[in-house]
């Protein structure tokens, strides 16, 4: 008792003094992991360095549930992906729709382990089909292991968002959001994360009205447990808001004061704030993650999807929390100081400039839409030095309906746009053999919202005008020549196909492709000889709004496809010196 006085004083007054020393000195810049990295979650582990962790969404997306560590709350490093191997989760594979797969993870770390709980979400059944909620939990001793992440444990619930919490007895609860189309609200169940064994769900707290109560978590302060959930719908009307209760089981209170954190009706650039966690740091600060938008009130152009986003927190005693509102800028706690190791990662933020040299791997930020088949992606097969092969995969980046991609595939790898400008760039060495073959640069978005530029194997008479600059030199026949051709595939208007013969002079050359973005609504998609590249022409420039919609965020790779066309006789394309350049942000 006397040991627990002891501590309790000497933490009041740490509390005190730390109160009156910690101003906001800091500054955070956001988004703090620009791109699409959606449903942030995050927590502070003293036991492994005083080291942050934060996990987001992925959706069909593969590695999936990326983790991002900082020391500093500055520099965030990619250092691996929960969702690494196929075993862990087979049914990712199988996903129909784009805003299916995973939905919103919880990282959590309790007496060593580290804990992430998550849905995967089949969008094409309906919210009352039990089985469109496929809730999982992973763990991971050594989250810098891609092998020691778990094969997930499956537990019942109808609904998602699920995220857990250990009482101070011992037991561990699920909090989690009903599917909302069958009623909204959030509920919780007694689990057991080891065998996924949950009991009773029953509703603790239906939100303060909004639209689809989600995203939930508890948090246990002062005596009390605090609920905090998004609500709004993860849109222009999206909010925080939190509720609490002396007892788990509630009932909860709401804030008098909610939303605590929201940019709805503002002017902002960053808007869509919601679904936050709330994490401490070693200085006894509290600090919030959101998700956020970078579209202005208008809503129109914002192809990087929902970013993850950061600010202060201040939680007085007895009080529920104030969040200091989103911004580009913000004045902050002062940053941690690191200490102990640096942390073993990657900072994809620096960008790109890859030669795919011999023996050399794919760099950990490259993504795939679901799993791949690893051999159609190879480095350096001999006597391609410096290369990365894709071959071909029938379907293409819209496969079957948009939604479905089969067991067969689509071959397609890139990484994320993170900046508002940029020039993504490769070499392309394709000589297609067939009608229909296939190579080529993408904004990908979803299946259904894709922007390419490839090269591709038709009929001289399709194309719609001269290569930029030159005269048609196609004559009217219907021979089989490689064109340019950029195809846009969107819900909102696109261009309709541009399809310009390759100059002959070039159908045997290495050839460069690139993607712009010159200003913050427009894409440049070129092409000219890798070797020359003066003679760059651009093809077309594409509005962005065309990939700026729902729950993704854009994807700039490669793909390779027979265009249903059978791959038995399908031509491999050679990519090299695979550049993405960050050359802007815009945060206001
Ligand atoms: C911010 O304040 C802390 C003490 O609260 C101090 O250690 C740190 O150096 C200050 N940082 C800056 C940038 O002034
Ligand atoms: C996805 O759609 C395909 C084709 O329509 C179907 O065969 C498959 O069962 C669906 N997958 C799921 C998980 O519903
Ligand atoms: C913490 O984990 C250790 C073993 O790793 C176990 O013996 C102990 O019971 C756990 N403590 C709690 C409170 O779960
Ligand atoms: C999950 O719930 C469904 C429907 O209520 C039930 O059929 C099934 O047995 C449950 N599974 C487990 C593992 O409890
Ligand atoms: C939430 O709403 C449902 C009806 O949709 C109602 O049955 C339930 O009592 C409410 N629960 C709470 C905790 O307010
Ligand atoms: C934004 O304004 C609309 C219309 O006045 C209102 O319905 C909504 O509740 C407001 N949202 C927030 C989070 O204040
Ligand atoms: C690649 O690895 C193989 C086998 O490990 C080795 O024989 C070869 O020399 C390596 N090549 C280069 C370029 O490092
Ligand atoms: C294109 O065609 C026009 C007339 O047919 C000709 O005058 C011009 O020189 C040609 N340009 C090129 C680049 O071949
Ligand atoms: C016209 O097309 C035919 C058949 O593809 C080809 O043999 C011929 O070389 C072409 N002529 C020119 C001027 O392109
Ligand atoms: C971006 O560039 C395009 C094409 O040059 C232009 O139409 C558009 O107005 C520009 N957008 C902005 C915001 O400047
Ligand atoms: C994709 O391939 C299918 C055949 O599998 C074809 O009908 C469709 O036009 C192609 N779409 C795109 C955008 O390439
Ligand atoms: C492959 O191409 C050859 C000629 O180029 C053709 O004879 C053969 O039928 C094709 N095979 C398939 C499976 O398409």
Not at 16 to 30: D, E, R, V
Not at 66 to 75: E, G, M, R, V, W
Not at 385 to 402: D, Q, Y
Request: glycine share 8%.
């Amino acid at each position: 008792m006397y040991r627990h006085l002891l501590i309790l004083a000497f933490r009041l007054t740490t509390c005190l003094t730390t109160a009156a020393k910690h101003s906001y000195n800091s500054t955070i810049s956001n988004p703090i992991l620009p791109g699409f990295h959606p449903d942030p979650s995050c927590i502070f582990v003293p036991e492994w360095d005083d080291t942050f962790f934060c996990a987001s969404s992925s959706f069909n997306a593969f590695p999936g549930i990326p983790i991002h560590a900082s020391k500093d709350l500055q520099t965030w490093k990619l250092i691996g992906h929960v969702l690494n191997r196929k075993e862990q989760l087979p049914a990712l594979g199988e996903t129909n729709r784009s805003t299916s797969g995973i939905w919103a993870p919880s990282i959590r770390y309790n007496n060593g382990t580290f804990w992430l709980v998550t849905t995967l979400v089949d969008d094409d059944r309906p919210q009352t089909d039990f089985s469109r909620w496929t809730n999982v939990i992973f763990k991971a001793t050594d989250p810098y292991k891609a092998s020691s992440w778990s094969n997930a444990v499956h537990f019942n619930f109808t609904g998602y968002d699920t995220s857990p919490f250990w009482d101070k007895d011992g037991k561990v609860y699920i909090t989690g959001a009903h599917a909302w189309q069958v009623f909204p609200g959030i509920q919780q169940a007694e689990a057991n994360l080891e065998t996924g064994e949950v009991g009773l769900w029953t509703t603790i707290w239906n939100g303060t009205g909004g639209l689809a109560p989600e995203g939930p978590h508890i948090y246990y302060k002062d005596d009390y447990y605090y609920l905090l959930v998004a609500e709004g719908g993860t849109g222009l009307n999206h909010m925080v808001s939190m509720a609490r209760s002396k007892s788990i089981h509630g009932p909860y209170q709401a804030n008098p004061r909610n939303p605590v954190l929201t940019n709805a009706n503002t002017t902002s650039y960053f808007q869509t704030v919601g679904h936050a966690d709330i994490f401490l740091d070693s200085n006894g600060n509290y600090w919030g993650v959101a998700l956020s938008t970078r579209s202005g009130p208008d809503y129109i152009n914002y192809p990087m999807g929902r970013e993850t986003v950061m600010t202060a927190v201040s939680w007085p005693k007895n009080e529920f929390p104030h969040f200091t509102p989103i911004n580009g800028k913000i004045n902050a706690w002062p940053s941690p100081k690191p200490h102990g190791r640096d942390i073993q990662g990657y900072i994809e933020t620096a960008g790109d400039d890859i030669s795919f040299a011999p023996n050399s791997s794919l760099p950990p930020h490259f993504t795939y839409w679901r799993y791949p088949h690893p051999e159609a992606y190879t480095i350096s097969t001999p006597g391609h030095p410096n290369t990365l092969r894709l071959t071909p995969s029938a379907l293409n980046l819209t496969a079957l309906n948009g939604n479905y991609a089969g067991p067969t595939g689509q071959t397609f790898i890139g990484r994320r746009q993170q900046d508002t400008l940029f020039t993504y760039s490769i070499n392309l060495s394709f000589s297609p053999a067939s009608l229909n073959h296939e190579a080529g640069v993408s904004v990908f978005l979803t299946q259904n919202h894709h922007l390419d530029l490839g090269i591709v194997l038709l009929p001289a008479g399709s194309a719609t005008a001269p290569f930029p600059g030159r005269n048609l030199t196609t004559n009217g026949t219907d021979g089989l020549i490689p064109m340019a051709r950029f195809r846009g595939i969107s819900y909102i208007p696109v261009p309709e196909d541009v399809i310009v013969p390759l100059p002959e002079e070039w159908r045997s050359e290495k050839l460069r492709l690139e993607i712009k973005a010159a200003n913050m609504t427009h894409y440049d998609f070129s092409v000219g000889p890798a070797e020359e590249m003066s003679e760059m022409k651009t093809v077309i420039t594409v509005n962005n709004a065309a990939v700026s919609w729902g729950f993704t965020g854009t994807i700039l790779g490669v793909y390779c496809t027979t265009n249903g066309g059978d791959v038995r006789n399908g031509t491999e394309a050679y990519v090299n010196e695979w550049k993405y350049v960050p050359q802007g942000q815009f945060t206001d």
